[in-house]
């Protein structure tokens, strides 16, 4: 609970500084923003499809259905639910240098939540899980230069990164009254993130074609990516059989028309990514036999297609909004149901970047 009010007031301060960190409006719009403290970098953003995006998205989905979080037991296949993620890039430095200013580098603080919950369950509407995200300051190095379908290429590097994730009380509550083998997979994990990014999409006007690649790397392995602790009441460690899998990496793409004169232009972007499936069967209970389910690894797709609409003449937090259609496909993306395979989900998508 502590934990939780920690966050609350730093997403509250979060906000508030970038309201305040904001460009004023400008007109050319392939500026390479302003250099100082608390400005705005338009490079080394979360492209659309991204898993983990620090940009704020609300989204109707309609997702394949499974015991373990179907609250009312409705055994349909497929339910409708909500999420949304509350994600932001703190601005702390953006500078620019060389002749025409051709190098860039910017330094922010990323910082997320997401929210998954079933609004459309009629007796209580539960939370089914939240994700955080927090970690040390983002370092982001561009060059530009220009060359036809060339435009520039990035490198970012977060050293430290940390999520910390939890089922809703309400499916805790009851995994523990129905008496299930795991009540409770603490993921918890810290790591380091080093991206590479051909054609940044920083004019935010223009067509573009930008490709991404990114590793995760756990700060220490032998802790994986999970625990149950069993003297905190998670359970039966001996259910899960975790593998040293310390790497999660994923190849983003996305393409961006050019903005017509009203200011919208056609996105498209995809991410695959190759992540492990977590070792342990949610479904078993107390005094069932352990089918002894291992960790192993599996690509997943998350793809978004729509509009967006690009605030003429400013360019900062809140001036870009995109709406259309988000489809994932691979494990289960959320806090301890990634041991669940075969995962679908599609829905419609509002954006705020």
């Not at 991204?50 to 009312?72: A, C, G, M, Q």
């Not at 910017?106 to 970690?135: C, H, Q």
Request: charged letters at 20%.
């Amino acid at each position: 609970m502590r934990e939780k009010r920690i966050i609350g007031i730093c997403l509250l301060l979060s906000c508030w500084i970038v309201l305040q960190a904001g460009n004023p409006p400008r007109s050319d719009s392939t500026s390479v923003g302003k250099t100082g403290w608390f400005t705005y970098a338009p490079y080394g953003k979360s492209l659309l499809s991204d898993l983990h995006p620090n940009f704020v998205r609300f989204e109707i989905v309609w997702n394949k259905n499974h015991t373990v979080y179907d609250f009312s037991h409705t055994d349909k296949s497929v339910r409708p639910s909500t999420q949304g993620c509350f994600g932001m890039d703190l601005p702390v430095w953006n500078g620019n240098f060389g002749a025409h200013q051709q190098f860039g580098l910017s330094i922010t603080l990323s910082t997320s939540a997401y929210l998954w919950m079933d609004l459309f369950e009629s007796k209580t509407s539960p939370v089914i899980n939240t994700d955080y995200r927090i970690g040390m300051p983002t370092m982001t190095f561009i060059h530009r230069f220009n060359r036809k379908f060339l435009k520039n290429y990035s490198i970012a590097w977060s050293p430290f990164k940390h999520e910390s994730t939890h089922a809703g009380d309400e499916i805790q509550i009851q995994r523990v009254e129905a008496g299930y083998a795991i009540r409770r997979v603490n993921v918890s994990y810290n790591y380091t993130e080093l991206v590479f990014t051909l054609n940044e999409p920083e004019d935010r006007m223009v067509q573009c074609h930008t490709f991404r690649l990114g590793l995760m790397l756990l700060w220490v392995p032998k802790y994986g990516w999970y625990r149950i602790i069993e003297s905190a009441g998670d359970g039966d460690a001996s259910c899960a059989h975790p593998t040293l899998s310390p790497v999660e990496a994923y190849f983003q793409y996305q393409y961006q028309t050019p903005t017509s004169r009203h200011g919208f232009q056609g996105i498209i972007s995809a991410e695959i990514r190759n992540r492990a499936v977590y070792g342990y069967d949610l479904t078993l209970k107390k005094g069932e036999t352990d089918n002894s389910k291992s960790d192993y690894r599996r690509f997943t797709y998350n793809i978004f297609l729509g509009m967006r609409y690009n605030i003429p003449g400013y360019d900062g937090y809140f001036s870009r909004f995109a709406l259309g259609a988000r489809l994932y496909h691979g494990n289960c993306p959320f806090g301890q149901f990634r041991s669940i395979d075969n995962y679908s989900q599609i829905g419609i998508s509002l954006v705020f970047q």
